[in-house]
Each structure stands twice: as C-alpha cells, then as structure tokens.
C-alpha cells in the first residue's frame, strides 16, 4: 500500500480549520441573540427584591421584613442587666427582662402582631404594612417601603395600688416608616423616622410627643452568618433628659426556619415606645445590655396546590 501523500492531510487540516473559523462567528452572533432575548424578556417582567434582612427584627427595631400570607412568626426577646454592673450581679447576668410576640401574615404584604414585655408589665400590638417593593425589570423601584403602627398599654403598677393613673394615662402610640434598600446580596440599609406619643409623662424631662430617626444595615458574611447594626438618633429629646440614644449591634445565625440572633445594645427596651424614650444607659460607659432574639416561622394557613 503506498502512504498518503502530504498533500492529501495538508488539505484536510485546512478544511477543519476552515470550517471552525467560519462556524464562530454563527455561535457568537446565536449566543448575543439569545442574550438580547433574555433580558428583553425580563424587562417585561418585575422582579421584587426579597430577603432584605433575614428577621423581622433589625437589632431592637423593626425592620421591613413582613410574614407571608398565612405564617406565624414567633419571636422571643431576652435582654440581661447591664454589663457595667459588677461581678456581684455577674456583668448583668443576675438580671433579665424579656418579651415574647406574635406575628401573622394576613396577606403576603400586611401582618398584625401581638406581644407581652415584662418590663412594666406591657401589651402591645402592631399593624405592618410594606407599602412598596424594590424591584427592577418592568417597574424600576429604589426601595422597599413599610409602614408600622402600634399602640401600648403599661399594667403596672396595679390599678388597685394605685388608682390615681387613669386607662388612658398608660397608653402610647408609636407611627414609623422603615424605608431599606438590598445593595447587594450581602448588603442592606435601612432609614426609619418614628413618632412617639404617650398621653401621659412621669417627669418635666419628657415630652408626650417625641420624634426620632434609626439608621441600620446588615453586612451578610456567610450565607446563614450576618452583621446587623442599629441607632436611633432623637430628634426632640428634653434639655435635661436622663435618656440616651439607643444604639445595637448583633449576630444573626440562620437554622433552617429559625433565626437567632445575638445582640449588645444599651436599651434594656424592646418595644418602640422604650426604645426611643426610655433607654437609661449609656454604650460608652459601659451600659450595654446582652441578649437575643430566637425566631421561629410556622405555616398555619392552607397550603397551595
């Protein structure tokens, strides 16, 4: 048998060759077409943003977060004594408030919530609502907006040990509306103006109304690990009040439907009313409180199909 000449391979490398640098361009052009229809098809659509931050709870403060349509959320709250106590009362550990709520999903967007704190024996309750939802796609919106309007009532002391304080006097209402944007997959920022009224006052060193604005964000590190911050800066505080501004940090730890998070705050409060009026410690003196808030979600509502 002879062996094929050196022409006869020399002319098929040339045809393979060829035939690729002629079929690139074909893919290319197929893949930019593809590309161009996938992003015309989702300018058609809204995409919402979700999972801003993990909780309902940004560190003491509400954040944006709502329950879906059906969902309860329970949430118990735990904060101990301050940590400048001493060690006779073990940096604050010998003492402990907490307040246990709950909250449900009437709809994806609205949810009502009911807790007790046993600091002053206190009820109260909640509506939220999340007015808008940042998106992009076919409806471009920056933020996602909630509004949250609640009321109080402290039951202590007794009304039979002291019957001079009226039912309305142990009332308060708190409006806020908490405005976040998701920056990135780690990132979200969170700004929310609050109003404070309460229709009755123990000193000439606070107001019945008082404004505040908080600020916070979470810096997510790992996909169950986040950094959460928080301040509320007062607005209109009393020229001679014994209050501060309340500031937190935390560490949120998410398990599956739970959601834990460890928190060092200088508000032993943990409702808005005594969070933005009645924080009596201060964070660089030492007056920082420990505790946590353990989350849990459950599905009470029909599932669909």
Known sequence: MTAPSKNKYTYLIALIVTATILNL???????????????EQEKKETQYVGQTFKGSRLVNGQSVETRGKGELEVIFQH???ALNSGSYNLWGMDEAVMRMGFEYGIT???????????????????LKYKIAR????????????????SGTIKTSPKASDNPDVAFTDRL???????????????ISVQV?????????????YENNDDMAIGFGGRYKLTRSFTLTAEYF???????????????????????GGHVFQMVFTNSLG???????????????NGGIHFGFNITRSFSVGKKKM
Request: hydrophobic share 35%; charged share 25%; net charge negative.
């Open 25 to 39: 361009p074909i893919d290319l052009y197929a893949q930019d077409d593809l590309m161009k229809d996938l992003e």
């Open 79 to 81: 904060r101990f004594g």
């Open 192 to 204: 929310t103006p609050v109003f404070v009224h309460r229709n009755s006052v123990s000193g000439s």
């Open 134 to 149: 940042q998106s992009k796609g076919l409806r471009n919106f920056p933020f996602t907006i909630t509004a949250v309007g």
């Open 270 to 284: 943990m409702i808005d009313r005594t969070i933005i009026t009645e924080t009596t410690d201060s964070f660089k």
């Open 172 to 186: 308060a209402y708190v409006g806020e509306i908490l405005i976040a944007r998701k920056i990135s997959s780690g």
């Open 108 to 126: 994806d967007r609205l949810g009502i919530s009911l807790g007790r704190s046993s600091s002053d024996k206190t009820f109260d309750g909640y």
């Open 233 to 255: 800066y007062r607005i209109n505080p009393h020229e001679n009040t014994p209050y501060y501004n309340a500031l937190g940090f935390g560490f949120d730890i998410e398990t």
